[in-house]
């Protein structure tokens, strides 16, 4: 009873959150071709003005593109001018996929229909971009270059220095010449700022004197920042220092490269982990109550872990012998056989597994004893089906169960298994169980709903 009011209560909390959260509620979904579709996987949120509105249904090859199959809330008004872009998220360039919705129009665009896709600029794209900058730079420089040579194989340049060096000795010889003319209005330059000199200082010379009180220090250290960073970029220009190996040595710009590429690849790897969780309660038929927790981790769309616990009353147990002998009168010995029986009520899952498109395969421990599982997936309809093999017994055989999990409306899930299905002690049972199902968004989602 106390599982059941939990169960419950987890259904009514999530009923509270399903018309504004991502995850619940209904959704129409849409299609859109993009030319690269890195760092985008299932589950990836869809977002309008930055708020979940929907969300990646799957991902599968076209051609030479990926066709990225999405479902969006049905509150959301998808028109034939919306746009979906992918835009990256920080220096590191995560992804993550926005739609413009346009102008609003009285027309909502057809369940299935095509949406076409933008890629907004990312530090990938800046980086590209660069290249080729410096790449269109370098070809600029060698045709300038080019450019400069005469026919006769000489340097442009240096017959536009050769005139500007005859320019200047002409403009010398003119200035000796009127070297007297020169000095005189020179001289009457200065007498005419003498005389400015002295109205200025007569009108404003407290005012004044003070501002040249206060410049005075000011443009000291001014000449000294100066001084001081023509000598941080002559250091830069010969390579020295971490700046100026950043941007002599291209081994160093390659390395650096290689670094965050690196980093990306790995914060992309934790932010495309997903979670799935999975709790159930129920009753066998022949002993009593089946409640299970299971966490499904997918470092990868077709890796994942199983992490689980169960706690149940059926299944193959182990049983212990005991013969306990006492002397009597005469020396007779009276024997007597103990059974004991070593049930664990608490179980454990460990397992590792991979999904093959609807196949999924897992090994590992099964309810702490090894096993193997095979699963197969109905996504379109919401149905899993399964088979488990484990804790095999020399005398009792394999334990082998048949199960069906189907989804019954957002979270909810019934679950029907057959246990012990091949028991030569005839210990076969069935299981019905009712359960909620969340991914990780539904977790969040539900954990902010509490939050408030």
């Not at 890629?119 to 080729?132: E, N, S, Y």
């Not at 710009?253 to 999975?278: F, K, Y």
């Amino acid at each position: 009873m106390l599982a059941l009011f939990a169960l419950a209560s987890v259904v009514f909390m999530s009923l509270k959150i399903t018309s504004n959260q991502a995850g619940f509620g209904k959704y129409t979904e849409y299609q859109t071709v993009l030319d690269d579709a890195t760092g985008i996987v299932e589950k990836t949120p869809i977002k309008v003005a930055g708020i979940n509105a929907g969300r990646i249904k799957r991902i599968r090859l076209q051609g030479n593109k990926a066709l990225v199959e999405f479902e969006m809330k049905d509150d959301i008004k998808m028109t034939p001018n919306s746009r979906l872009n992918v835009k990256s998220v920080g220096f590191l360039g995560d992804k993550y996929l926005d739609i413009n919705l346009g102008e609003p129009t009285p027309k909502r665009l057809e369940e299935g229909s095509l949406v076409p896709s933008e890629v907004a600029g990312g530090l990938d794209t800046i980086g590209k971009d660069a290249g080729a900058m410096i790449k269109e730079i370098k070809e600029v420089a060698i045709l300038i270059k080019e450019s400069l040579k005469e026919a006769d194989g000489s340097n442009r340049l240096e017959k536009i220095t050769g005139n500007i060096k005859d320019l200047t000795a002409s403009l010398k010889r003119v200035m000796e010449k009127n070297e007297g003319k020169v000095d005189e209005i020179v001289e009457n330059i200065k007498l005419m700022t003498e005389q400015l000199q002295f109205e200025t200082d007569r009108l404003q010379k407290d005012s004044l004197m003070a501002d040249l009180t206060k410049i005075g220090p000011i443009l000291d250290k001014t000449d000294k920042a100066v001084t001081d960073l023509k000598d941080i970029i002559a250091d830069v220009k010969d390579g020295k220092g971490t700046v100026g190996k950043l941007l002599r040595d291209d081994a160093v710009v390659d390395q650096v490269s290689q670094t965050l590429s690196s980093v990306n690849r790995l914060v992309n790897r934790i932010n495309n982990i997903e979670a799935d969780i999975g709790l159930s309660t129920g009753a066998n038929t022949r002993l009593g109550g089946d409640t299970r927790f299971d966490l499904d981790i997918y470092p990868a769309p077709e890796r994942f872990f199983r992490i689980g616990v169960v706690t149940n009353d059926y299944g193959p147990q182990l049983e212990e012998e005991k013969e306990t002998c006492t002397s009597v009168n005469g020396g007779a010995e009276n024997c007597t056989e103990t059974r004991k029986i070593n049930k664990s009520n608490f179980k454990f899952n460990l397992q590792i597994g991979r999904r093959i498109q609807r196949l999924g395969i897992r090994a590992g421990i099964i309810e702490s004893t090894g096993g193997v599982g095979i699963d197969y997936f109905f996504p379109d309809w919401g149905v899993r089906t399964g088979m488990e093999v484990f804790d095999y017994q020399k005398d009792a055989g394999p334990s082998v169960r048949l199960l069906t999990e189907v989804k019954i409306w957002n979270v909810l899930f019934a679950r029907v298994a057959g246990e012990d299905l091949i028991s030569k002690d005839g210990n076969a049972s069935a299981t019905i169980s009712l359960g909620l199902r969340f991914n990780d968004q539904d977790l969040a989602a539900l954990i902010g709903l509490v939050a408030r």
